[in-house]
Antibody, heavy 122, light 107 residues
Framework: QVQLVESGGGVVQPGRSLRLSCAASGFTVDSYAMHWVRQSPGMGLEWVAVLSYDGSDKYYADSVKGRFTISRDNSKNMLFLEMNSLRPEDTAVYYC???????????????WGQGTLVTVSS | EIVLTQSPGTLSLSPGERATLSCRASQSVSRFLAWYQQRPGQAPRLLIYGASSRATGVPDTFSGSGSGTDFTLTISRLEPEDFAVYYCQQYGNSRFSFGQGTKLEIK
C-alpha cells in the first residue's frame, strides 16, 4: 500500500537552512506529481510547492518562492524540500502528499504522510 | 491566486444531525475542488474530489456538490468520528490553494 514518511524536521535558527525528506513506498515518485503542504500550529493548511510528474515543472507559494526548492531522487523513490533563509513564520508541520492520478499534474491529493515539525527559533 | 472562503468557521451540531459546509472560490475552478477531513493530531484525509466523487472508503453519508465558484459538503447524519476540521482545496491551476477550514464541533 502507499506510504509516505517525512523526516528532517527539527529546531533551526532564523536564517539557517534545513532539508526535509519524504520516503515513498507502494508507488514510484516519477509517475506522480508530488506536493509539500504545511500547517502552522493551530492554523489551517497552506500549500507550499509541487513537482510535476515528469519533473519538468516546479511551482511554489509566494511565501516561499526563492527560498525553498522541491526536488526528487527517482533511484531512492524520495521527495525533498530544501529550505533556505528560514523565518519564524516557516514554523509548521510539513506534509508531503501524492496526487491521485498518475501522469497528471492538476489532481487532488489522495495520500499524505504524517508530517515533520520544523521550528524556526533563536 | 484563487482564494477559497469557507463558511461557517465553526459549526456546532449534535450526532445524528445534518451538516452543511460551504466553500466559495474567488474565481471559477470548474469542478477541480476537493474536500479533506483532518482529525486532531492526524494528517488530512481525502473525502471528495471532482466536487462530488467520494474517495475510496468514504461513507455515503458524505456528499459533495457544486461547480464554478460555489461548493457544498454535506454530511447527512453525523457520527461521533465526523467531528473534525474540514478543508476545501482547488487544484485547477498551479497554485493549489486551500480554504481556511470549518471546524465541526459537538454541540
Amino acid at each position: 500500500q502507499v506510504q509516505l514518511v517525512e523526516s528532517g524536521g527539527g529546531v533551526v535558527q532564523p536564517g539557517r537552512s534545513l532539508r526535509l525528506s519524504c520516503a515513498a513506498s507502494g508507488f514510484t515518485v516519477d509517475s506522480y506529481a508530488m506536493h509539500w503542504v504545511r500547517q502552522s500550529p493551530g492554523m489551517g493548511l497552506e500549500w507550499v510547492a509541487v513537482l510535476s510528474y515528469d519533473g519538468s515543472d516546479k511551482y511554489y507559494a509566494d511565501s516561499v518562492k526563492g527560498r525553498f526548492t522541491i526536488s526528487r531522487d527517482n533511484s531512492k523513490n524520495m521527495l525533498f524540500l530544501e529550505m533556505n533563509s528560514l523565518r519564524p513564520e516557516d514554523t509548521a508541520v510539513y506534509y508531503c502528499a501524492k496526487v491521485g492520478i498518475s501522469y497528471s499534474d492538476y489532481v487532488y491529493f489522495d495520500s499524505w504522510g504524517q508530517g515533520t515539525l520544523v521550528t524556526v527559533s533563536s | 491566486e484563487i482564494v477559497l472562503t469557507q463558511s461557517p468557521g465553526t459549526l456546532s451540531l449534535s450526532p445524528g444531525e445534518r451538516a452543511t459546509l460551504s466553500c466559495r472560490a474567488s474565481q471559477s475552478v470548474s469542478r477541480f475542488l476537493a474536500w479533506y477531513q483532518q482529525r486532531p493530531g492526524q494528517a488530512p484525509r481525502l473525502l471528495i474530489y471532482g466536487a462530488s466523487s467520494r474517495a475510496t472508503g468514504v461513507p455515503d453519508t458524505f456528499s459533495g456538490s457544486g461547480s464554478g465558484t460555489d461548493f457544498t459538503l454535506t454530511i447527512s447524519r453525523l457520527e461521533p468520528e465526523d467531528f473534525a476540521v474540514y478543508y476545501c482545496q482547488q487544484y485547477g491551476n498551479s497554485r493549489f490553494s486551500f480554504g481556511q477550514g470549518t471546524k465541526l464541533e459537538i454541540k
